[in-house]
């Protein structure tokens, strides 16, 4: 063969098998930079879940900072077992027993989905992945409304139950295409990355398990401190990386709603933590770092539901809005006396409430032309907040009844709440027999 045939020949075998590796058996033809980018916001969604064991690690007591982060490592390792096995069948399957989850036999251990490729280009497989990360972090948040009481046997079997019995039919009816709130009305509930999947139902829950445990012994009146802020700070700081899978990977494509979701994150993220500070200013005196994250987190929650739908400007309203509705949340607490330790459900509960109904204020005008066009008619505002306020009121029904029934029951079986030992011990001690500092006398 002639040299100058050499070069050209060794460049068309490259690119045609290039070509043919992206195609399915059954010639579906696979997104290459869609498939890149959701395997980073699989990995940027795992990151948020050490990022959430940094942030209420730091926030407990010294002698409770391993124990509190378990709470989030082993909804890992539980979690992803059950995804696997049946959680994203349930979640994703077709309609059984009424709709009230799903279940395809492909996806029971995932057996079925090899080669299989979705119609938006992707693997099945990053796909079932990446909604795995949502199964997960989704019980490990709730651990903060009853963090330094609980004891650990207990919480793995509740987010078992837990997942299996709330979360998993809250996904199917929200993200399934034969969920029920996935085809009401027009275009459906709005929950663009799991403001009502996710957050409602961890803040709900947290707020009935805190309540029915009741507060830490000797809470509100001994002084609880965080045993490290320095912690807690870069915990919030990767969950604002990790957001940015969270939401704008939930686009499950790799084009413009990705960067619109993407921006919606930063802005609103911003305005949160700005808004934060200034009210802390205002009716403190100070600003701390503390009320720095907990912004940070306020608006993140509230634009996730929203992240799909809105302009920049609406997420940075929904930021600023959320920060005030948490920050009076948080004190109503305090003046209540409930004892939610990381405010579990005065920012993820409340916050995830505020972004999923005020969204409709900010609505893109062409997502209304759309809902109007398969209306058949118009289609409003207030016809949109009506069918998120049913969804938050279905999300808060369900969540807060199947978490209290799941506690009562378990509490028969598996004393829930830490005893007193245990508890003034510390978790580390007790449930790990470790100490997550070198210390001669932790508190």
Known sequence: MKSKWKKPLLIMVFLFSGVTGLFASDGTVID?????????????????????????????????????????????????VLWVIAGYSMCFGGNILG????????????????????????????????????????????????????????????????????????????????????????????????????????????????????????????????NNLVITMLGAGLLWVGWFGFNAGSSISSGLSTAQALVATQVAAAAGALAWIIIESTHQGKATALGFASGILAGLVAVTPAAGVVQPYGAMALGMIASIVCYMAIMMKNKLGYDDSLDAFGIHGVGGITGALLLVFFIRPSWMADAASLAGGTWTVWNQLGIQALAVGIAIVYAGVMTFILIYILNKFIKFKSSEDDEMAGLDRSYHGERGYGMLNPS
């Open 99 to 226: 709709g009230w989850f799903g279940w395809n036999p492909d996806y029971f251990f995932l057996k079925g989905i090899d080669s299989s490729i979705m119609d938006a280009g992707i693997p099945e497989y990053v796909f079932s992945m990446f909604q795995g990360k949502f199964a997960i972090i989704t019980p490990a948040l709730i651990a903060g409304a009853f963090a330094e009481r609980v004891s650990f046997k207990a919480y793995c079997f509740f987010i078992v139950l837990w997942s299996i019995l709330v979360y998993n039919p809250l996904c199917h009816w929200v993200w399934a295409s034969d969920g029920f709130l996935f085809k009401l009305g027009a275009k459906g509930a709005i929950d663009f990355a799991g403001g009502t999947v996710v957050h409602i139902s961890a803040g709900v829950s947290g707020l009935v398990a805190a309540l029915y445990l009741g507060a830490r012994r000797g809470y509100p009146y001994q002084v609880i401190r965080p």
């Open 32 to 80: 290459t930079g869609a498939t890149a980018w959701m395997l980073t916001s699989t990995a940027l969604v795992l990151l948020m879940i050490p990022g959430l064991a940094m942030f209420y690690g730091g926030l407990v007591r010294s002698k409770n900072v391993l124990g509190t982060i378990m709470h989030s490592y082993v909804a890992m390792g539980i979690i992803s």
